[in-house]
Every structure is written in structure tokens, then in C-alpha cells.
């Protein structure tokens, strides 16, 4: 049996809470999404809004921007909802910050398979 793309929007639009975050990491988050993530001056977990979900997809509506301290190369994101993390991922190129800067994570999407 499997859902039907109606089954699928209403379980992703489920997905709701007070907080929703995004988190960066060096290396794998792990399956609580705390593994591996950035830490330093100016690193904070960034908020993140979803757009209703449509055709199994359910994708960020905004664009958190976040400080990289010196000498991080970004490979992962988390995303949380009320502290609990519902995705993890690899991103396809990891981008390396030697002197430190701002990553903007501009896209993103959660779907169900």
C-alpha cells in the first residue's frame, strides 16, 4: 500500500510546531541532527518556515543566513521542529570557510518516499 500524493501533503503539512530551525554541520548530523555541527563565535541555529506542502514536497519558504566562525567546511544541514529533527542531508558540494563568512541556506525540501 502507499499514499497518494493527497496522503503525502497532509502528512508533510502535519509536520508543524513552535519552532522550526535549520542547523549546519562538518560532517554527518546523525539521525538527531546534533553530530558534527558548527560551533564558534557568532554560530546560531537559524529559524526556517516551510511552504504548504504540494506534489510530495514540502520546501523552505525562507532563506536563513547563517555565521560561519574560521575554518569550517560546511557538508550537512539539519533541519528541527521543536527541537527534534525530522531531515537530514549531504549537501552536494561542501563549501569551505578558512577565514570565516555567511552561508545562506537558499533552498531546500523535505519529501516523503
Known amino acids: 500500500m ?3 500524493t493527497a496522503g503525502v501533503n497532509i502528512a508533510l503539512n502535519a509536520l508543524t510546531g513552535a519552532s522550526i530551525q535549520a542547523s549546519l554541520h562538518t560532517g554527518a548530523p546523525g539521525d538527531t ?3 558534527n555541527e558548527v560551533a564558534g563565535a557568532g554560530y546560531a541555529r537559524q529559524a ?3 511552504a ?3 506534489a510530495k514536497v514540502r520546501t523552505l519558504s525562507n532563506a ?3 555565521t560561519i566562525p574560521p575554518g569550517n567546511n560546511i557538508t550537512h544541514y539539519s ?3 521543536d527541537g527534534v529533527a525530522i531531515d537530514v542531508g549531504v549537501f552536494p558540494v ?3 570557510y578558512p577565514t570565516g563568512g555567511t ?3 537558499a533552498s531546500g525540501s523535505i519529501s516523503i518516499s
Open 64 to 66: 536563513p543566513v547563517f
Open 48 to 50: 526556517a518556515t516551510l
Open 2 to 4: 502507499s499514499l497518494t
Open 33 to 35: 541532527g546534533s553530530a
Open 94 to 96: 561542501a563549501q569551505n
Open 79 to 81: 533541519i528541527f521542529i
Open 103 to 105: 552561508c545562506t541556506l
Open 52 to 54: 504548504a506542502s504540494a
